[in-house]
Structures are given as C-alpha cells and as structure tokens.
C-alpha cells in the first residue's frame, strides 16, 4: 500500500468513527431522579397495593375498601408522626397501621384500631393497650365518628415507643413498647371495611 493509499484509509476510519452516535456518560452523582411511579396518590402521597384478593376503592382524597397498601416514600428511621384520617364504617371494621416495615409491608410494627360498637379498640402488636389509656381513649375516640389522630413513633434499640396524639397534636396515652424495632423504613395501611382520608408523615 504506497502512502497516499494509506493516508486515505485512515482518514475514512476517522470519519466513519465520527459518525457513530455516542452515548452521554453521566456522572452516577448527577443523574436525575427517577420519574415518580405512576399510581394512586393520598393527599399527594403515592402508594401501591400490597398482595392479592384487594377490594379497595381509590378516589384520590380517599382510600376505601378491604386490602392492603403500602407507601412509596420511606419514612425517618429514629423518629416520625403519622398524621391518620378514617373512618370504621361498621361494627368490627379495622384499620392497621404498620410502620418499620420491608417493602411487602411485612415484619413490621403495627397499630389496629377495631370499632367495638361505640368503642375504638387499639391494640400494639396485638396487645391491648393500658387499661387506664383505654379508659381515656374511649372518651375521646367514638367509633361511630370520622376519627383523627397521629401516631409518634421513636425508635429505641430493639423495640419503638409509640404515643398517641389527637388531631392537634395533644397527648391522648402512651400506647407502649413494640416487641420489635421492625425491619425498615417503609409504612403502610391494612383496611378492613374502613375508609382513610388521610395518611401524612411528619
């Protein structure tokens, strides 16, 4: 091959090279969040349902039904308010809150209020709170009635301290020590025959 030859063959390889479309190289630090997961929201929060065998209806400002769902953002591991709207819309209908949970809403902490009658039952880990807490909560939670209270969840080495506050933000009663400090940082609602239209986190 004389030189002109050779001068030309790599002047072609150059351009052909140059033709090719590159792929941008991002910095791993400064690629752009990813899109929010389409779905249904809550007060602008998006969750998903958990399982099989749901029943639940989604209106945006509510979530009714029987089934299961979990919260796409994962809430403050030490500390953290869940601020709860609902309603218990007949006898032995639920609602469970489970916090510090894994992604399939599984070994986690959980809170149930149960309408008994006219009473709310709440248990922690299904066990039945304080008999003098209960005596306080029956005063301030009809069952019959749209409810609104918070949840103050603190994590202390292997288990969480879990108080009760009233729509304000007012103590209603220690509701205990969970036996476990659960296994991440992600919440949830269990509905049976239940209505929410609220479920913030703070």
């Known amino acids: 091959m004389n030189k ?4 030309g063959l790599i002047t072609a390889l150059f351009l052909f090279g140059c033709g090719k479309e590159k792929k941008a190289v991002t910095p791993e630090g400064q690629r752009p969040a990813p899109a929010a997961p389409a ?3 809550l007060g602008g929060f998006p969750y998903s349902e958990v399982g099989a065998g749901n029943k639940l209806e989604h209106k945006g ?3 009714a039904g029987n089934g299961r769902v979990i919260f796409h953002q994962p809430v403050a591991v030490v500390e953290a308010t869940y601020d709860l709207a609902f309603s218990l819309r007949n006898d032995k209908s639920s609602l469970v809150v489970v916090v510090r949970a894994n992604r399939d809403l599984q070994k986690g902490v959980s809170v149930s209020f149960t309408r008994d009658k006219e009473v709310v039952q709440v248990k922690l880990d299904n ?3 304080d ?3 209960a005596e306080v909560l029956a005063k ?6 749209p409810l609104a209270v918070q949840l103050k969840v603190k994590k202390h080495g292997d288990h969480l301290d879990v108080d009760l506050l009233d729509r304000d933000g007012k103590d ?3 509701l205990g020590h969970s036996k476990t400090a659960g296994a991440d940082n992600f919440y949830g609602l269990v509905l049976s025959d239940a209505v929410v239209t609220k479920a913030k986190t703070k």
């Open 39 to 41: 779905g249904p929201k």
């Open 131 to 133: 008999k003098k807490v």
């Open 127 to 129: 066990v039945a709170v």
């Open 140 to 145: 301030q939670l009809k069952a019959s009635e």
């Open 4 to 7: 002109h030859a050779a001068l």
């Open 61 to 63: 400002t509510s979530v």
């Open 172 to 174: 209603i009663g220690e």
